[in-house]
C-alpha cells in the first residue's frame, strides 16, 4: 500500500508544526488526546500511566472539519497538519532535541485544577522555559468542581456561565491559586479570553471526560499555528531528524521511531544514527506512518511511503538498528558528504551527556534507554533536593561489567554501590553477580520513583530528618485576634483569630510581640468551625485556636492583662526552626506544603530568639 507523501502536502511550503503534550502524571494527558482524537487508549494502559511514546497526526482537512463545528475560520491555515506527541514523563520532549535547542513548536501543559501545579508540572516547565517553547496550559478536570453541570464538548467559557454562583467562586478561586503559582514560576498567564497582555500564557479550562473546553484547546493550537507559521514553520530541505523510541515490531525486527522535523526521507536513503558503542551506518529499508489519525499505540497496519516531509512521525526499518539510541539525531548521507565526520558527529550526542560526569568522584552507576532519559534522570539526581553523586552513566542495559563498576564503590561507601537503572533490562547475569556481590539494583520506569527506592534501600535517614524538621519548624504566621470571640482568657487561652500571613499550625510557639516578646504558649488545637479541628489553618481563613502554657511563665499569661485584642500574635520562630525551614522546606526562597507558594515578601515579620 503505497501513497505518495507528497499529494497530503499542502502546495506551500510549510511544515506541519509538532506539539507535545506535558504535565504531572494523572494529570490527564492521556484522557485530553484520546479526547481531542476521539479514540479511547488510556483504558488500556496499566494503571492508566502513559508510558510509551505515541503520536498523532492530525491532517489538515481533519482540523477544517472540527474548525467548522465550532465556527473558526481557518482557511488561511496553510500547515498540512498537527503533529502531537504524546510524552512519558518528559521523556520525549528532552529525546526531542538536536544540537541544543528544542524540536517540539508548542507544548499543551496539562494542569490539574484541583491540585494545581505539581513536580513534574514544574519540571516541565522548566524544560519549556530552557528551550523557549511556547505554550497553553490546559486547566484539566473542570468537571470535578463540585456541582458541575456537564455541558459536553461545548466552549468552556459558555460552560461557565450555565454554572451556579458557588461553582463559579470555586473555580475562580482555584484559576487564581494556579495563576500565582506560575507567577511564583515567573511566568505570567491567565485565561485565554481575559485581556490581551503579550508575554502571557494563555490557560484553557478543560475537561477530558466531558469534553468542555476541548473547542478553544483545538483553537488555540490553531491560531498560534496560523501566526507563527511563516516565521517558524518554513520548510528547507536540510534534513532535521530525531529518534525518538527503538522498538521491535512483530514482523518487522527492530524499529526506530523518529520524528522528521525539517526536510524529506526516501525509502533506500543512506543513514547514520548514535550506536550503544558505535555509529551505525544503514539504509533505509522502509517508512511506515499509522495511518492518519490513528496513534501508533493502537494497533493496525502502517502506510508504507516511498518518501515522506516533513514534519511527520516516521516509524523506519532497517538492518542493524539493535543498538540505536533514542533521543539521537538521524543523519542521512548525500553522496557529497563526509561520511566519517557524519558518524563523529552521530556519536557525539552521548557523549555531550556522559562527558559532563566526574568519573572520580564517590556516587552510584546511572543506566537508561535512552540519551534524553539519561540526560534527565542525570539533572534530576543532580538537583539540590535529590542530590546522588554520579560517577558513571550509560544508555544500555545493565551487564556484568556494569555491576562490577559499582562494586568498586562497596569499600569505598557502601551506599553507593548501587546501580539506578531506568526503563533498561538487567541481564541475569548481572543480576546474579550483584547479589553475590552485594550490589544494589534498583530498576523502575518513572525516574522520581527510582530516588525514592534508593532512598529507601539506604536508610531512611532522610525522611527521618524531614520528620523531625517537621515537627520543630515553626512555620510564619500572623494572626489578628477577634475581639468578639474570646472563649477563655487565661491557660488554656482559647480564641478566635484572622489568619493574616502565613500558615498556623498545631504546635506552633507563639508570642506577642511587644517591647520584645512575651511568649504565651504553643497552639493545642484549631478549628475551623464548631467541633471541626483541622491542623493548619492559612492565610484568609478565621479559626479558633486554643494555646496551652508549656511553661508556668506562659501558663501565667492572661488575655486582657499581658496583651490586647488589638495586638498581633505571631509564631515564635527560633535559629533552629529556621534552619529546619531552610534544610526542608527551601525556606525563604518558598514554602512548597499542600501547595502553598508564599513569596519572600509575603513572608510574616519573624520574631527570632
Ligand atoms: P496522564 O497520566 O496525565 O496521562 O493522565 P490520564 O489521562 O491517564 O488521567 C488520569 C486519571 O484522571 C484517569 O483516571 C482519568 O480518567 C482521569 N481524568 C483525566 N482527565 C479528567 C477530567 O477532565 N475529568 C475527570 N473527572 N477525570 C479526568
Redesign the pocket.
Known sequence: EHVNAESKQSEESLRSPICCIM?H????????LDRIRGTNV?EGEAG???QQVGATFFPAENIRERAKEINVDIAKLKVPGLLVIDTPGHEAFTNMRSRGSGLCDIAIL?VDLMHGLERQTIESLNLLKSRNTDFIVAL??V??LYGWKTCRNTRFKEALERQAKDVKNEFYMRLNQVITQFKEQGLNTDLYYEGNMRERYNIVP????TGEGIPELLWLLLQWSQKTMVEKLTYSDQVQCNVLEVKVVEGLGKTIDVVLVNGVLHEGDQIVVCGNEEPIVTTIRSLLTPHPMKELRVKGTYLHHKEIKAAQFVKITAQGLEHAIAGTSLYVVRPQDDLEGIKEAAMQDVKSVTSRIDKSCEGVCVQASTRGSLEALLDFLKSPEVNIPVRYASVDPVHKKDVIMASLMLEKKKEFAAILAFDVKVTREAQELADELGVKIFTADVIYHLSNMFKAGTGNLEEEKKEEAAREAVFPCVLKILADNIFNKKNPIILGVDVLAGIVKVGTPICVPQKGFIDIGRIASIEISEGKSVDLAKKGQQVTIKIVGTNPEEQKKIYGRHFKHDDELVSHISRRSIDMLKAYYLWPVKLDMNHILLPKKQLPPVVMT
Open positions: 504535565g502524571v494523572d494529570a490527564g494527558k492521556t484522557k485530553l488510556q492508566g500511566i502513559t496539562v484539566n478536570k468537571d470535578r478543560t475537561s477530558a471526560i
